[in-house]
């Protein structure tokens, strides 16, 4: 019955779609709360991490397993390096954080035009991705379903970092109490630029994953950006399991309204949601309990 | 022990998620556009000089936004088209220098800008901008200014202003020879998906007039938020519909999202084909050939179109901007509108807008898609129609042409079924 396994598979295939966009941001800014405005860009990155990996070996699937690691190493290498520069002198002042990040951004995509070109570029989809899989009536894209896949590993492998690593536990330390995490002997200036690698890198993951169903262009980052926020901040800040379950909720809720309206309607249906929901719960969906003091 | 700043402490956090929110709400907004440019002051005097040997003209054009993908092809192209002018000697012997301005994919940055040419850089002429939004928005400016703008893109018709010259195609030179192609071919019923903006919204509202003036369903009409890469639920909404065909006025990267999916739900051209008005030889690279192939768009010219113009054209653009670059419907449509000037500029032996505007009216150029000529009317010109298939080497060949160029009509005055049509503002 396709009536309810398209808006379901949808659902949950722009839910992880959403997750994969939002899963770095949510370290970023829901761990460390810094507002990264750039970091649509370093998604744009690594949709260009993709073209470029492709353009060297040729072959699309093996340059897409390539690209995966590479893309991490791209974004999360201009993640350090914008924290080493711009955001660390930062850390105190916020709102200067969102207004530098955000020329970050232009730059980025001014770069971009000026070495690429301002045409989208074409990532070839491997032929293994190619066409879809019949369940129960529908067709589903493969490339969702590789990209429905690649969030899970990303979210499980991001948890299991966080809780079975020592580096896993100093974050969660720093972002616990983090004058206590210092007393502690930890080192909290490398644990920011440690914990800012790990986001901005999956942002450069999530920007290889999107060439399989978006353009690759200067702009592409910023029409996720938007929505990673709205799934960091409706998931409650500094939780996984938030960004997780906010992703695949406003998935849904787009799907549902978009079955029955306009995407462009749905769109406003699920800000109209968003915007209420914040106002009877401004915390988010989970609250991180902290023994840090105000 | 520094204090650092930590999100985790409740109203912190909220303040800075809402002032981040608030900042992305602007951006959104301001990517909306809004009209700008009411100026109520008095027609200026324009401050043209013609006394040396060259004559200033505006390229105004995105180079930077959403739209720069687009726009600095148009902008090429008007580069082109003044070399080759001055290399012939100029225009009434003076040597064409251009002021380029970037509109930033903002309509009021276009509004500014255009002022800006105007009155500061004193121009003859203006060429550019691509939304329809980027025009209504330069629109006042024009004419408060009394100045003249080249407008070098298809759009939705029902507009004339003396002050625009329009050499990109109106609804009767592109999508009302595309349905007809599609009611030629069969098809009797359509599915329409386009971006949620002027140009989409007034198509689709003569296609569905069309429609029921000949017989054709229309199964669904979608919109989709301007540069929205979401396609899931429409493609598969529009598999569902079975329709004969799909009618695309889809704009910019929304278009790579869509065929991408569209072809990945194993929907092809001979089961269902695309017919687009907003897809030309830039934006099939960017696709991806093998998701499009087959597909149709409705066009005036395409690169393979076959005539010495248009050799010459695609030779001496390659030349100056690289082999691999093609040339696209609205990069013609530029490079036309600039010598038209130039001959309108000739033919009035002067630079004076009135006289410019005089002297228009049946001015002509052998241009790449054909002769073009100047309706005096309504300022727009007459244009061959084409319906173009996209081809394995991502150019797109003629499938069907009209006996020669058509008429501009953008007030559809005369098809009885467009009566009821208004002019949107």
Redesign the interface.
């Known amino acids: 019955m ?1 009536v309810i396994v ?2 379901l ?2 659902g949950l ?2 839910g992880s ?1 959403l997750l994969l966009a939002a899963l770095g941001l949510s370290l970023t800014f829901g761990q ?2 810094v ?1 990264n ?1 750039a970091h649509g860009e370093f998604i744009m990155a690594g949709t260009y991490t993709a073209y470029l990996t492709q353009q060297l070996v040729g072959d699309a699937g093996v340059s897409l397993l390539i690209a995966l690691p590479f893309g991490f190493a791209v974004g999360g290498a201009m993640g350090l390096i914008l924290e080493a520069l711009l955001i660390r002198h930062l ?5 200067d954080t ?1 207004l530098a990040t ?1 020329g970050v951004g232009l730059i980025l ?2 770069v971009a ?1 000026d070495i690429f070109g ?8 491997p032929e293994a991705l ?3 899989v019949d369940i129960l009536g ?7 379903l590789f990209i429905m896949a690649l969030a899970v590993v990303a979210v499980v492998a991001v948890t299991l970092v966080l809780r079975f690593t020592p580096a896993g536990r100093r974050i969660r330390a720093v ?1 616990g109490n ?2 206590l995490a ?2 502690a002997g930890i080192s ?1 200036r490398r644990v920011d630029a440690g914990t800012f690698f790990i986001g901005s890198g999956l942002a450069g993951v999530a920007g290889v994953a999107l060439t ?9 980052g ?2 996720y ?2 929505d990673a ?1 709205l799934v960091v ?1 409706a998931g409650g ?2 939780r996984i399991k938030g960004a997780v379950v906010a992703a695949v909720a406003l998935g849904a809720l ?2 549902v309204f ?2 029955y309206s ?3 309607l749905a ?1 406003v249906g699920v800000f109209v949601v968003i915007v209420v929901f914040l106002q009877l719960r ?2 988010g969906l989970f609250t ?1 309990r ?1 023994r ?3 | ?1 520094p ?8 109203r ?3 303040a ?2 809402a ?3 608030a ?2 709400a602007a951006t ?1 907004a301001a990517a909306c556009g809004s009209r700008a440019g009411d100026e109520s002051a008095a027609a200026a005097e324009s401050c043209l000089d013609t006394s040396g040997d060259t004559v200033a003209v505006g390229a105004l054009n995105s180079l ?3 739209m ?3 726009e ?2 148009v902008r090429d192209a008007i580069y082109l088209a003044v070399d080759e002018i001055n290399a012939d000697g100029g225009v009434l012997d003076k040597q064409i220098e251009i002021v380029a301005e970037d509109g930033a994919s903002e309509p009021t940055v276009f509004a500014e800008k255009a002022e800006k040419l105007i009155r500061e850089d004193c121009v003859a002429a203006v060429f550019g901008g691509w939304t329809s939004a980027s025009r209504k928005a330069m629109l006042p400016v024009f004419e408060d200014n009394d100045s003249l703008l080249y407008y070098p893109v298809q759009y939705e018709g029902l507009e004339a202003s003396e002050n625009i010259f329009y050499t990109g195609a109106t609804t009767n030179q592109q999508i009302i020879p595309a349905l007809d192609y599609l009611a030629e071919t069969g098809v009797e019923s359509l599915y329409l998906v386009g971006s ?1 903006y002027v140009f989409p919204r007034t198509a689709n509202a003569i296609i569905n007039a069309y429609a029921e003036a000949n017989g054709i369903e229309i199964l669904g ?5 301007l ?4 396609f ?3 493609v ?2 529009v ?2 519909a079975d329709a004969d065909a799909v009618f695309n006025t889809l704009n910019g ?1 929304s278009n ?2 869509f065929f ?2 569209y ?4 929907l092809t051209a001979d089961q269902m084909p695309v017919m687009s008005v907003s897809i030309a030889e ?2 099939v ?7 499009i192939e087959g597909q149709l768009a409705a066009w005036n010219y395409y690169q393979t179109v076959e005539s010495d113009a248009n050799s010459a054209f695609v030779e001496a653009f390659k030349a100056e901007y690289g082999a691999d670059r093609v040339t696209s419907d609205p990069m013609e449509a530029a490079y036309n509108s600039v010598h038209l000037w130039a001959a309108t500029v000739e033919a009035a032996e002067s630079f004076a807008v009135e006289d410019v505007q005089a002297a228009a009216g049946g001015v002509s150029f052998e241009g790449p898609e054909g002769t073009v000529v100047i309706d005096g009317e309504n300022n727009h010109v007459s244009k061959t129609a084409r319906i173009g298939e996209i081809a394995d080497d991502g150019l797109l060949y003629t499938v069907w042409e009209s006996e020669g160029p058509i008429e501009p009509d953008p007030f559809l005055e005369g098809y009885d079924w467009a009566a009821d049509l208004t002019v949107t503002e």
């Open positions: 396709d398209g808006p598979f949808t295939s722009t779609i460390m709360g507002i405005m850390y105190h002042r916020p709102l969102l955000f995509q001014q035009r301002a045409p989208a570029v074409n990532v070839t989809v190619r066409g879809g529908t067709t589903v894209p493969k490339t969702r972002v983090r004058d210092e007393t909290s399989l169903i978006g353009s690759t262009s200067p702009t592409t910023q029409s950006l938007v926020f901040v800040l500094g787009q799907a978009e079955t306009t995407a462009s769109k401004p915390q991180l902290t840090s003091l105000a | 022990m204090h650092r700043f930590s999100p985790f402490k409740g912190p956090a909220r800075l998620a002032s981040a929110a900042l992305l959104v930077s936004g959403t720069a993908i687009s600095t092809t949620d009409e979608d919109y989709v938020p540069g929205s890469t979401e899931s639920t429409i598969q909404q598999d569902a990267d790579v999202a991408r999916e072809s990945n739900v194993g830039e934006e690279g960017g696709i991806g050939v093998e998701n």
